[in-house]
């Protein structure tokens, strides 16, 4: 894998596709999109780096876990990334996670994303601007909205 520091670096670097939009093995898949803006200027925010992480729990009481990373981008000018298809997962000892990265914003993280088949799940994220000395992350937990989707047939 290439790490490049360009503003473009992240646009495209899916790291396990999970046979992402070639759903040959019949297996139920849904959506995923993820749009970002300022919170206090509701303007989009372009070049936020965003990581999906498929979560695997193990152990006897569930004491551990292990991440995998799924796919990467950075948002375009627009504050959006391409829409992302995801196989759908057995919940609870699966689960989605994202991480979104900034320079001069607080980091976001979104938790437990659920993913239905043909169903997209939509998180419109506002990032605070840093303000103080004290990190913080911001942790999400329920997504913007749900809806059925029909990828239009070229997608298929």
């Known amino acids: 894998m290439k790490y490049y520091s360009n503003p473009d670096k992240y646009k495209s670097s899916n790291i396990n596709k999970f046979n ?11 959506f995923l999109e993820i749009t970002v803006t300022d919170a206090q200027t509701d303007m ?8 999906v992480f498929k979560l695997t729990i193990s152990g006897e009481y569930a004491e ?5 990373l799924v796919v990467r981008y950075s ?3 627009d504050g959006t990334i391409p829409l992302i298809e995801l196989p759908v997962i057995e919940w609870p000892l699966n689960r989605y996670f994202a991480h ?13 994303i659920p993913i239905y088949e043909d169903v997209k799940t939509i998180y419109n994220v506002k ?7 004290t990190p913080l992350r911001e942790y999400i937990r329920t ?14």
């Open 20 to 30: 992402m939009n070639n759903n040959s093995n019949n297996e139920e898949t849904g």
């Open 75 to 77: 948002t375009y000018d």
């Open 127 to 133: 990032l605070n601007r840093i303000t103080s000395p």
């Open 100 to 112: 979104l990265d900034i320079f001069g914003y607080y980091n976001v993280t979104i938790i437990n």
């Open 143 to 156: 997504p913007t909205s749900t809806e059925y989707y029909t990828p239009p047939v070229w997608f298929l």
């Open 44 to 51: 989009p925010v372009a070049d936020v780096d965003i990581e």
């Open 64 to 68: 551990r876990a292990v991440s995998e």
